[in-house]
């Protein structure tokens, strides 16, 4: 597993990408299922987080920090109201299976099929997109990509090799007599928070 670029949006094209893209991505995503808050400004989404917190009664969540969601304050405003919130590698590795949440980061959407790209690099994100029930993604809304070309385009400029999950919608499967059953391979829930807010700092 290697890298060849630490910053995605040094790969991103000049053409066929930004804002414009996203009403098209947010009905494809939607159409599988995708759960979608669009918000001005990264802190807007701490009011976000606050009420599926409330909703879902949840307990415990494991994240894996980004820009977006240090801006918004998530960690801090999960833990005021006490929630039990894990951060660190080892307690990620811990407690992801047995979390209500998992909150992560994507770093592009695709308009043509409505999925999400996520750096699998790190073990955490991995787990914590997997695991709990519920898996909560930010990411800027402008970083939209037209298609799958596109897309694989931006990868080989990062990767050499390595890992790379293209989230659409929860988990889904038919395997069994035919019948969709969602979230037996994965989430029930897969919410997404598109912030048109450019923050600086790190990869998203």
């Given amino acids: 597993m290697r890298k060849v670029c630490e910053n995605w949006k040094q790969a991103f094209p000049t053409e066929n990408m930004g804002e414009q893209l996203f009403p098209e991505f947010e009905k ?19 009011e976000v987080i606050t009420n599926i917190v409330k909703f879902t009664n ?9 820009p977006l969601q240090k801006a918004a304050g998530i960690n801090e405003q999960l833990q005021s109201m006490g929630i039990e919130v894990y951060t660190a590698v080892t307690d990620i590795a811990e407690h992801a ?8 980061s994507v770093e592009f959407g695709i308009a043509e099929s409505g999925s999400v790209c996520m750096d699998g690099y790190a073990y955490e994100s ?28 931006i990868i080989s400029k990062v990767y050499d090799r390595g890992y790379i999950s293209f989230i659409t919608g929860p988990s889904r499967t038919a395997d069994i007599e035919r019948v969709l059953t ?9 919410i997404l928070i598109a912030i048109d807010e450019e923050v600086a700092g790190g990869k998203i």
């Fill in 58 to 66: 949840a307990k415990k969540v494991v994240t894996v920090e980004s």
């Fill in 97 to 104: 299976e047995s979390s209500d949440i998992g909150i992560s």
């Fill in 182 to 190: 969602i979230g037996v391979h994965g989430p029930k829930r897969f």
């Fill in 28 to 46: 494809r995503a939607s159409a599988a299922s995708t759960e979608i808050f669009r918000v001005k400004t990264a802190i807007e989404a701490q």
């Fill in 126 to 153: 991995r787990i914590v997109s997997m695991l709990p029930p519920i898996h909560i993604a930010f990411m800027n809304s402008k970083n939209i990509v037209l298609g799958i070309t596109e897309a694989f385009d």
